[in-house]
């Protein structure tokens, strides 16, 4: 997908927005709006990562089970985790042989959520969380890189809350949307709860990435009853109740936010300046007639499919399950008539159904690029609904989201180079460089003082390529050329292991 940010309404900030002091005086936060943004050094900051990952922090293999020609251009980026011990995670860029181009591994307990290409400062960039606790339980901050993979800014939540997995969305105005879970204590006793009990609100806060402050803040109590939850009420003074689950937020077609609640079975528009809701598409109070099969539960990620009321959302259908598929479906609402029609909708040809996140991504060729979340699988569709795409993850990993782009990653480090002598006689190579998606093939060198010989070619194959040279070599070095054959990075000379 080539990068599309729209925002069709530019503003001017204030520190404080109204709508963020009338939620601040509600629930008696005190009105200190800086988050925890940084920007990087005026040099760009320094890389995430030098090299390539280590063999023992190699990303999880990923298996491609359909392909084809006509998919569309573009990296594929995933963020597999898992909770077996000793996991390798971390945010990940593949092509579509599920080749890694580049990978950051985390250290345990650190995950990574919402991986995909944004604009900042008219810039493409790529995104990312990193959370030692989902659910606003632990340390999370969202991570803006330039093609150089230089760290440029990290944005954290404002007012003493802490920021949760499940968006990070920039807008045109150099802000950030992110999510919030926040804990209150609540008389759940007109949805049969406690009356001294706990519940979990969905928090939205929009950020000055260059400065920190918040801008704008929302909360779901504020807006969203307890009757509209579909989740069981906790019976349990102790155990919170997590009624609305936020999900997802994004810009509208008319510049307010689009916002989705999986537990509420409901998308929002949320007034940008005041927090009013404007409307609610399904769910128990919707504001839309909802013509046949429009009706949608647990979903995830709904986001603007054009600029004529047109919604794309991932249907989950679970869990527990409503229907016996997940879908994604295109949900048309009439904001004068107060209808909402199915437009288009698909299933996965296995029929799979998704017990939590996911996604759906357009594309420019008119396909559509689907995670299919806790499965785990990710595929896409083309303009008829066929699948031109499928792979998978090992069993036991999920994905939150996928995305598929057009993306190009030029690391200023120099590639890297390792060399041993098998037991014939010959010299295995590999050529290393992490995150550069430029590189179509690898030369070897044997090195003596001043002169280069070149022993052995071969094409790209990861950002560790290896490469056989039948003889045994003592010195090395590896160049890198792009698609017209031209020298774009050279490693040092490596002394090859004996």
């Known amino acids: 997908m080539k990068l599309s940010i729209r925002s069709p309404r530019r503003r001017k900030f204030t520190a404080l927005s109204f709508g963020t002091l009338v939620a601040l005086a509600a629930f008696g936060a005190a009105p200190s709006p800086l988050a925890f943004a940084q920007l990087a050094a005026p040099d760009g900051g320094a890389?995430?990562?030098?090299?390539?990952?280590s063999p023992d922090t190699r990303p999880v293999p990923i298996t491609v089970l359909t392909t084809s020609p006509a998919v569309a251009r573009g990296l594929i980026f995933v963020t597999?985790?898992?909770?077996a011990p000793n996991a390798v995670e971390g945010p990940e860029i593949i092509d579509g042989k599920a080749r890694p181009v580049w990978f950051k591994p985390l250290p345990a307990g650190t995950t990574a959520y919402d991986f995909r290409v944004q604009e900042y400062r008219h810039e493409p960039v790529v995104t990312w969380i990193e959370s030692q606790g989902a659910f606003s339980t632990g340390p999370t901050t969202a991570y803006i890189a330039d093609r150089h993979y230089h760290v440029i800014a990290t944005v954290s939540a404002g007012n003493g809350l802490t920021a949760d997995i499940h968006e990070f969305h920039l807008t045109r105005e150099g802000t950030a949307l992110l999510s919030a879970y926040n804990t209150v204590s609540r008389d759940l006793s007109s949805v049969g709860g406690p009356s001294g009990g706990l519940v979990t609100e969905g928090v939205i806060q929009e950020i000055d990435v260059a400065n920190g402050h918040v801008l704008f803040e929302w909360h779901s109590l504020a807006h969203i009853g307890l009757d509209e939850s579909h989740s069981p009420v906790s019976t349990s003074p102790t155990v919170a109740w997590d009624y609305f689950h936020l999900n997802a937020i994004?810009?509208?077609?008319?510049?307010?936010?689009?916002?989705?609640?999986?537990?509420?079975?409901?998308?929002?528009?949320?007034?940008r300046h005041s927090g009013a809701v404007l409307w609610r598409l399904g769910g128990t109070k919707s504001d839309f007639a909802l013509g046949p099969n429009v009706a949608f539960a647990w979903q995830h990620n709904p986001t603007v499919a054009d600029e004529h009321g047109l919604i794309r959302i991932f249907d989950n259908e679970a869990s527990p399950t409503v229907l016996p598929y997940s879908r994604v479906i295109w949900v048309r609402h009439d904001d004068r008539r107060k209808t909402a029609t199915l437009e288009r909708w698909f299933k996965h040809p296995d029929g799979l159904l998704a017990g939590s996140q996911g996604n759906a991504e357009a594309l420019d060729n008119g396909d559509t690029f689907v995670d299919w979340g806790a499965l785990p699988r990710f595929?896409?569709?083309?303009?008829?609904n066929n699948l031109v795409f499928d792979a998978a993850f090992p069993a036991g990993y999920n994905s939150y989201r996928a995305y598929r782009y057009e993306w190009v990653g030029e690391p200023e480090t120099v590639p890297t180079a390792t060399a041993a002598i098998s037991d014939a006689g010959d010299t295995t190579v590999h050529a290393i460089w992490n995150g550069a998606t430029e590189v179509a093939r690898w030369e070897v060198f044997e090195v003596s003082g001043r002169r280069e010989v070149r022993v052995a070619e071969g094409a790209w194959n990861g950002y560790d390529t290896t490469l056989e040279v039948s003889e045994p070599l003592s010195s090395i070095v590896v160049v890198a050329r792009d698609r017209r054959g031209l020298e774009i990075g050279r490693s040092i000379a490596t002394t090859v292991t004996q």
């Open 379 to 384: 595929s896409e569709f083309d303009r008829d």
């Open 250 to 271: 994004s810009i509208d077609e008319d510049g307010n936010l689009l916002v989705g609640a999986r537990n509420t079975w409901a998308a929002y528009r949320v007034d």
């Open 80 to 83: 597999p985790t898992s909770a």
């Open 47 to 53: 890389p995430v990562d030098a090299a390539a990952p």
